[in-house]
Structure formats: structure tokens, C-alpha cells
């Protein structure tokens, strides 16, 4: 399988704390995507990161890339109650156009 | 900003029952997919869509299923007679450029409708 799996699972940290997610696959990619999902809602992207990247930050959000390991890294800084959801890694691979989805990590960040 | 709008956002059918999700993509976006979520489970990929045809589709995406952009603007999933098993989320999307949306943003998911087969 292709498929990208997160890690951890479940992740409850205190608001303010720095939120680490984790990403592995194991194809090439072409790039890699996060999304975030609240419970029951849609899907919500985040940020993208392309095979030739290793770095990219957005807001309180850093992403990184180590094309090597097949691994990613989601870094949520400071982190808000708000914050609470799903975090799924997506990936593209080949010619194609589909994503492939990660298990999720479902965030919870309490106050 | 732009959204992709799924209507309706919930369904409730009958096992047999022919069911429409309809979508409106981003008005210039060209590529358009459906995907599903089973609850607790994965998002998983059914359909891609471009230039009036499917361009890619999943195991998943069987004879039970199609796909239709009949007026240009909408984009429809058709499931001829549902299962109890195509309970779960479907999700839309569209993209401007293939594999990534406008400037590499990702793709745009509508909010879902949740299909309940009962």
C-alpha cells in the first residue's frame, strides 16, 4: 500500500503546547498535502509541500519533507483549542490525480 | 473565497434506491473528484473527472456508480442502487491544475453530504 499513515493516532496536548504529527509512506510522491478535518465536517487544506521541498511554513504551521525516510512532519505551534480535529496527510503520486489519504491524527488541545 | 458546494448535506435512502449527490466546483477549476469517508475510516479516492470523462477511478468505483457534469456546472455522483455499505461521507473537489490546485493550494473539498442507507 501506498497509503500515507500518521502518527500518533491521538494526540491531547494543553493550549499553547507545540502539536507534532507525523507522516510516512512509501511510494514516490509528487507532493504531499495535509488537511484538516473537524468532526464530521469537510476537509480543509492546509499546506503542500512539493518532492523537491523540505521545508514550508504557513502561519503557526511548519511542514516538512524527507523524501529519503518517506516522511513528513506536521508542527502546529502554540497551539489553540481551536485546534482540535483531524490532521490527515494526503499524497499525489506518478502521473496521476488522486490523493491517497493517511489515517489521521485527531488533535485534541484543551484549555 | 471560492467553495465547492455539496448539496444536499445529508440523505437518507433506501437499500436499492437510486441516489444524486450533486456539487458545484470552483467555477474555474478543471479537474474534479469524489471521494468518500466510511465513519472512523480513511478518506478514500473514488473518482477523477476532466474534460468531460473520467480520467481515473478506483476499485471502489464499480458499475454501481457514475459520474456527470451535465450542465457545466454541476457535478454529479449517481449510485444506482445503494448498499448498506456506501454509508459514509462523499466529498467534492476540484482543482485548477492537475495534482494541485491554484498555486499549489491543494485541492478544494465541498463540506459533504452524508449518505445514510438504510
Known amino acids: 500500500s501506498q497509503q500515507g499513515e500518521e502518527d500518533p493516532q491521538a494526540l491531547s496536548i494543553q493550549e499553547g503546547e507545540n502539536a507534532t504529527m507525523n507522516c510516512s509512506y512509501k511510494?514516490?510522491?509528487?507532493?504531499l498535502q495535509w488537511y484538516r478535518q473537524n468532526s464530521g465536517r469537510g476537509l480543509v487544506h492546509l499546506i503542500l509541500?512539493?518532492?523537491?521541498?523540505r521545508e514550508k511554513h504557513s502561519g503557526r504551521l511548519r511542514v516538512t519533507l524527507d523524501t529519503s525516510k518517506k516522511s513528513s512532519s506536521l508542527l502546529i505551534t502554540a497551539s489553540r483549542a481551536a485546534d482540535t480535529a483531524s490532521y490527515f496527510c494526503?499524497?499525489?503520486?506518478?502521473?496521476?490525480?488522486?490523493?491517497?489519504f493517511g489515517t489521521g491524527t485527531q488533535l485534541k488541545v484543551e484549555l | 473565497e471560492p467553495e465547492v458546494t455539496q448539496t444536499p448535506s445529508h440523505q437518507v435512502t433506501q437499500m436499492g434506491q437510486e441516489v444524486i449527490l450533486r456539487c458545484v466546483p470552483i467555477?474555474?477549476?478543471?479537474?474534479f473528484y469524489w471521494y468518500r469517508q466510511i465513519l472512523g475510516q480513511k478518506v478514500e479516492f473514488l473518482v477523477s473527472?476532466?474534460?468531460?470523462?473520467?480520467?481515473?477511478k478506483s476499485e471502489i468505483f464499480d458499475d454501481q456508480f457514475s459520474v456527470e457534469r451535465p450542465d457545466g456546472s454541476n457535478f454529479t455522483l449517481k449510485i444506482r442502487s445503494t448498499k448498506l455499505e456506501d454509508s459514509a461521507m462523499y466529498f467534492c473537489?476540484?482543482?485548477?491544475?492537475?495534482?494541485?490546485?491554484?498555486?499549489?493550494?491543494?485541492?478544494?473539498f465541498g463540506s459533504g453530504t452524508r449518505l445514510t442507507v438504510v
Open positions: 473537489a476540484s482543482s485548477e491544475i492537475l495534482g494541485i490546485g491554484a498555486g499549489g493550494a491543494g485541492y478544494t
Open positions: 511510494t514516490s510522491i509528487n507532493n
Open positions: 509541500i512539493r518532492s523537491n521541498e
Open positions: 494526503a499524497i499525489l503520486t506518478g502521473g496521476g490525480n488522486k490523493l491517497t
Open positions: 467555477s474555474n477549476h478543471l479537474y
Open positions: 473527472f476532466y474534460n468531460n470523462e473520467i480520467s481515473e
